[in-house]
């Protein structure tokens, strides 16, 4: 889709009246800037300070301690703890370090006390500068409620809503409303504290449980009703506003692609906005900035309904996740500009003539399992790395080696491609994405690539709804196999799933390997035997699939069969190494790199990486031998991930159905059961609350009934036979 | 160093049929081999895996290092006998935790894993390549005992397996035995004589008397987990030193135990990255005439098989039947003895007997590879001294102390055998090509001798002398001859190390040289190189 140039900021003018509290003009420059943030917003802040001469101080906790930004700033400074409140929200200690390290200025980032009016306070108090808008204008808009009546009176379009405290009436205020309605935390972002009711009958349970989150995740439990439009598109107006009083917008981002609430692409400009609706939008934006006196980077959120009708939603205070899609289309770079305000600068006229040049789309990769219900996944990303090529950018918090913890926000990277039309950002986005080399850690990226490759998605209609419509499972499995048709060289090859070639390349780097590492024999053909009986064998697990590959090289050539089926009539190894084999098959050639990560232990598995053109797959190499010590004993509950248990819901000898919950942990934000896998006895139970426990470790054991006999029979055996034997000795 | 340039011409006539002569010949190999793989067939390899039981060749594939390569011995063991071929025994060297180790293991398909006297042949030459060469033996021990109908052939000889056990423990070479099964009687001492032992739950039965002989001998009643099961033997008798749960469990621990040795090999590394021969391998099967009689270069085998093809050839213009000189093979330095037109000469023997002294000077293997129709006869060549000469170059092969590699390419007759390193002179490792022949003298030249000397001695006692009879023997005899010199038949006895794939013959050699190398690769001291 080819956008005409935008008409520039239809609002762009003379200063309003400046409200009090707003950054005065002709401050000092900025020598020394401190990110209160951390990941990928972290260094991309710190990228532009150092591009303008700025110093930079990181904060970081201690699960960050290794992490790239810190290792970008010129100074760091350390925040003891891991969760949030012990760290990044801590205002207190984030001043301190400002002060030990001579910082005068703060960037706040997006999250943690970036929408914080008290912090900002503090800032000025201190005599930081704080790169955002003034106190009050976060506060204005910080609280939804106190936004959406102040850009009522302004004449900003706005939905129905209530305010809830403990003298509601819900019913009646549900009513009022209308429903669907939606349950929004008055302080709150990012889906968090919010919850769709649709039946009168669950409100109450809906305002409890979005209250408790809220209360947690934002120290304040206020919660709203407001309207909710079904399947609205979800459309935000990047603003600027500087000291000077100019307001104006830097078009529109379409951020409708969402799951839990939550963006996952984004995109400039909008598929569903014409010019005239483009002017509308923009009109209304900066109307709303003006109201309250904006000074900064902020955006106005609306949602825009199947009529084109739209109604403002909520003015985030701050920088987005997404405006690199905004900058990419208009080549500004939107920190810089923030900085610059800080510094007291008038908004330069590259961005008051800014125009739309191209499409951009931005897709966050989250390290997350999509088929299992957007479970957050951690690990150690062995491997990070993206293909460079004109128009991408990744904007990522994390490299190779780095840990994905429990701790925070799963994001690990920000991919923006940029394309002439949004066809060809689509397609630049969607290859830079299927040749990344992302291993360790479970991400969205096939329902990232699924999305991108989506006939609906490029005909542009997107929608939040659209995840509904489409299953994510089903995307992301689509993912994989539409690479695979897309080659269709050869109808068997094509029908072939790209796993078992990777199954295979991963067996033949893995021959390389130990050929490689031999400690004898190393120049002797690989697997030779003049009296051949079986080739040799590895076998491979993705997920609940088994690949067995079995495989006999001679010279170049190799009979290779997975689970039984030869891949082909001739399959060439025109070089196998560690890690690159290039494999023809039947005449196609194919390039794949492999990487093996040892498992931890002497099991003697180990993890293998295999990306190639037709998709990347991540496998698990099963070892030979099982050491029957360490073998988890049936029943065995283990916990699927690093978090903490916040409930044990059982005890050793209660009597359990099949998913009864037995313990609640929580990680990343989100409470998961672990629920008894068959009716039976809790024979052992280790977990206790508010002990933090890692993957796989073990949490209770549940025997099956007659299990449950059995052992306790045999306890009894070995009791006696325990006794006999004291006996004799007396 | 030179490099050597083949005339082998691929594309001609000669070149084809003697490919084809070879590949009929290795067709006839595989299908023997194909016999031992089969074991008692498919009726008791069936039987044995319904009992959730590996066979022999699937224990070893599991033991060894994944993708490391696997030399079988003996593979033809018991060949043109009433028994199987392969002798119900797999024995080979394969790379163990890294380790380079003689694996001897039982074919229970065959009449329970039963040892008869070419299974013991097999077994003790695979216990003496263990010794000489300084490798650990990791027995996977499942049989029956002793094939009693031959227990005459077989009780007296059988104590040196368990002997040649301890002593190579002695010798600080590691002994293992994983116990899969049946162990009885004499069999017993084989976990008894093992540095290691481990048993696999409710398979391994390790006693020296069953039930029912316990039943005759004494009146107790008793049943074969208590006699010897592994969890008595692991818990009371202390027999074994590691329960396994299962026959993977056993391979896995076995595996472990060799990672904890503490191996050192003795012998110097070999060259990193080796280049492999500037010609195919493959074209060594139209290199040799299906007619013995019919000589050819082994410079073209060489070329085949050496690092990058690279010769630097010793005495080039003396004694021509033989060419020696010196290469590389897998990284390993090597001197090579190679028949080029069957008769050894004077010079020829001279010649050996130098080129063997000054690789012994330079501590370095020496690999014969043989086509040899022996030494030369007749009056000229005794006057000249043919005894002394040859005997020199017998004397320096057995003296000699560097590791021997010997193939027989094509024939190996007479003396030659001796003078080239043959079996009796303890080359480390001895095998030959699907064609050739191993006799004191050709079938034909054999048959006419004892013609002769019949004709000669009807002639001494004034008896008339049958034409027919004698043209009858002397047909029987050639084909006798000729069988009992067949390789087959030869290997068959365990007179080598098995018959190989011609193109297999630097591989073969590598792990050779290789399991040479984890012993001290030292030559004789004491006198200087004679110039003979």
């Not at chain 1, 600068?345 to 003539?353: A, G």
């Not at chain 2, 160093?1 to 594309?11: A, I, Q, R, V, Y």
């Not at chain 2, 027999?239 to 076995?254: C, Q």
Request: aromatic share 6%; with cysteine; charged share 20%.
């Amino acid at each position: 889709m080819t956008v005409p140039a935008n008409t520039g900021p239809a609002s762009a003018g003379p200063a309003s009246t400046a409200p009090a509290g707003r950054a005065p003009a002709g401050r000092a420059p900025i020598r020394k800037l401190l990110i209160a943030n951390r990941g990928e917003i972290a260094a991309r802040v710190m990228r532009t300070a150092h591009r303008l001469g700025i110093s930079t101080v990181a904060v970081f906790s201690d699960p960050d301690s290794a992490a790239p930004f810190v290792a970008l700033a010129d100074e760091s400074v350390r925040l003891p703890g891991s969760s949030p409140a012990q760290t990044y929200l801590r205002a207190d200690r984030i001043l301190a370090a400002a002060a030990a390290t001579g910082a005068d200025a703060i960037h706040p980032g997006y999250g943690f006390l970036s929408e914080n009016a008290g912090f900002a306070r503090d800032c000025a108090e201190a005599g930081i500068v704080f790169v955002g808008p003034g106190p009050e204008a976060i506060a204005a808009m910080g609280s939804k409620l106190e936004a959406k009546a102040l850009m009522e009176a302004a004449g900003v379009p706005v939905l129905p809503g209530a305010i809830i405290d403990d003298d509601s009436d819900l019913g009646a205020d549900g009513a009022r409303v209308g429903f669907p309605l939606l349950v929004k935390a008055s302080y709150g972002g990012g889906g968090r504290g919010m919850r769709l009711v649709r039946d009168p009958g669950d409100l109450a349970a809906a305002a409890a449980a979005a209250s408790r989150e809220a209360a947690s995740a934002f120290g304040d439990g206020t919660v709203f009703l407001e309207r909710f439009v079904t399947d609205p598109r979800h459309v935000e107006v990047q603003i600027f506003g500087d000291s000077r009083g100019t307001v104006l917008h830097l078009f529109e981002r379409e951020c409708s692609i969402q799951r839990r609430y939550q963006k996952i692409i984004e995109e400039s400009p909008s598929p569903a906005v014409d010019d005239a609706l483009r002017a509308a939008l923009g009109e209304a934006a900066v109307a709303a900035g003006k109201v309250i006196g904006y000074v900064g980077a902020g955006t106005v959120e609306f949602v825009l309904d199947a009529s084109g009708s739209f109604y403002f939603l909520e003015v985030n205070t701050r920088l987005q996740v997404e405006h690199p899609v905004t900058e990419m289309v208009t080549g500004l770079d939107l920190v810089e500009l923030q900085l610059r305000i800080a510094e007291g600068e008038p908004l330069p006229p590259e961005v008051i003539d800014a125009r739309i040049s191209g499409h951009a789309i931005e897709a966050r990769l989250y390290a997350e399992d999509v088929p299992a219900g957007f479970l957050p996944a951690t690990g150690t990303l062995h491997r990070f790395d993206f293909p460079s090529g004109p128009g991408v950018r990744v904007d990522a918090g994390y490299c190779g080696g780095s840990v994905v913890g429990p701790h925070y926000d799963a994001m690990l990277a920000k991919v923006i491609a940029h394309g002439r039309t949004r066809t060809e950002a689509a397609r630049r986005l969607a290859r830079a994405l299927a040749r990344a080399r992302v291993h360790g850690v479970t991400t969205n990226r096939s329902l990232l690539l699924g999305i991108l490759r989506e006939p609906e998605f490029l005909a542009g209609r997107t929608d939040t709804g659209y995840l509904t419509r489409h299953d994510p499972a089903a995307l992301s499995g689509a993912a994989g196999t539409a690479a695979g048709t897309a080659v269709g060289a050869a109808a068997a090859t094509a029908a072939m799933p790209a796993t078992v070639r990777h199954a295979a390349a991963a067996a033949l780097a893995g021959q390389a390997g130990n050929r490689r590492s031999a400690g004898v024999l190393r120049s002797l053909p690989s697997g030779w035997r003049n009296v051949p009986s079986a080739p040799s064998r590895v076998s491979y697990a993705l997920g609940d699939e088994k690949y067995e590959v079995t495989y006999r090289l001679r010279g170049a050539e190799v009979d290779l069969s997975v689970n039984g089926e030869p891949i082909g009539a001739q399959v060439v190894v025109r070089a196998a190494s560690p890690d690159t084999v290039d494999l023809e098959v039947d005449g196609l050639r194919r390039v794949y790199s492999v990487a093996r990560v040892a498992a931890a232990g002497s099991t003697g598995g180990a993890d293998v990486y295999v990306d190639g053109p037709d998709g990347s797959t991540s496998l698990t190499e099963l070892p030979r031998f099982a050491d029957p010590s360490t073998a988890a004993h049936s029943g065995s509950l283990l916990a699927p991930m690093p978090g903490v248990v916040i409930r044990v819901l059982a005890e050793a000898g209660l009597a359990v159905k099949a998913g009864q919950p037995l313990i609640v942990l929580e990680a990343m934000k989100m409470e998961h059961a672990v629920a008894a896998p068959s009716d039976g006895i809790v024979t052992e139970l280790r977990a206790t609350e508010g002990e933090q426990v890692d993957a796989g470790q073990l949490l209770a054991v549940v025997a099956a009934a007659d299990e449950a006999a059995d052992e306790a029979a045999d306890e009894a055996a070995a009791e006696a036979a325990a006794e006999a034997t004291a006996t004799a000795q007396n | 160093m030179p490099t050597l340039t083949s005339s082998l011409d691929t594309t001609g006539e000669t070149y084809r049929a003697n490919r084809a002569a070879q590949l009929a010949l290795l067709d006839q190999l595989r299908e023997q081999l194909e016999l031992a793989i089969a074991g008692g067939g498919p009726r008791y390899q069936q039987r044995h895996a319904e009992r959730g039981k590996l066979l022999a060749r699937e224990r070893i594939e599991l033991l060894v290092d994944p993708d490391s390569p696997f030399l079988e011995l003996s593979t033809l063991a018991a060949y043109g006998t009433q028994f199987t071929v392969g002798a119900s025994l797999v024995t080979g060297i394969g790379v163990v935790s890294g380790v380079e180790s003689v694996i001897i293991a039982h074919d229970p398909t065959v009449r329970g894993g039963a040892i008869n006297p070419y299974s013991l042949r097999k077994s003790l030459r695979a216990t003496e390549i263990a010794r000489s060469n300084r490798l650990p033996v990791i027995n996977l021990v499942e049989s029956g005992g002793a094939d009693l109908p031959t227990q005459a052939d077989l009780f007296v000889p059988a104590g040196r397996s368990f002997h040649d056990l301890t002593e190579l423990s002695a010798m600080g070479i590691p002994t293992i035995a994983l116990v899969f099964g049946n162990s009885t009687a004499g069999g017993a001492y084989v976990p008894g004589m093992c540095d290691y032992s481990v048993m696999v739950d409710r398979r391994a039965k390790v006693f020296l008397g069953g039930p029912p002989l316990v039943k005759m001998a004494t009146g107790e009643e008793s049943d074969d987990e208590t006699l010897g099961g592994a969890e008595m033997h692991s818990r009371v008798s202390g027999l074994s030193d590691y329960f396994a749960v299962d026959e993977l469990d056993a391979i896995r621990i076995g595996r472990d135990i060799m990672s904890r040795i503490n191996w050192r090999k003795h012998g110097p590394r070999p060259s990193a990255s080796p280049a492999e021969p500037r010609y195919d391998p493959d074209e060594i099967l139209g290199i040799v005439s299906a007619d013995v009689k019919v000589p050819f270069d082994p410079r073209d085998v060489l070329a085949r098989t050496v690092d990058s093809s690279e010769f630097d050839e010793y005495k080039p213009l003396y004694g021509t039947s033989l060419v020696t000189g010196w290469a590389r093979l897998h990284g390993y330095p090597v001197g090579i003895l190679a028949n080029h037109r069957g008769v050894l000469f004077s010079d020829e023997a001279k010649k050996a007997a130098e080129f063997i002294l000054l690789a012994n000077q330079t501590d370095t293997p020496l690999i014969f590879l043989q086509n040899t129709t022996g030494y030369m006869v007749g009056a000229s060549y005794e006057q000249g001294g043919i005894i002394k000469d040859g005997a020199k170059m017998i004397n320096a092969v057995t003296n000699s102390t560097v590791p021997h590699l010997t193939i027989n390419m094509a024939s190996s007759f007479g003396a030659g055998n001796y003078g080239m390193s043959g079996r009796s002179y303890d080359p480390r490792f001895i095998f030959a090509w699907p064609g050739a022949k191993l006799a004191v003298m050709g079938a034909a030249q054999l048959a006419g001798v004892l013609s002769i000397v019949d004709r000669a001695s009807a002639a001494a006692r004034g008896r008339p002398f049958d034409e027919e009879v004698d043209r009858m023997r002397t047909t029987a005899v050639e084909a006798q001859i000729d069988a009992e010199s067949h390789a087959f038949a030869v290997t068959g006895r365990v007179y080598d190390d098995g018959v190989i794939d011609p193109r297999d013959t630097r591989t073969v050699l590598g792990i050779a040289l290789s399991a040479a190398h984890s012993n001290t690769v030292a030559g004789r001291r004491g006198y200087g190189v004679f110039r003979m």
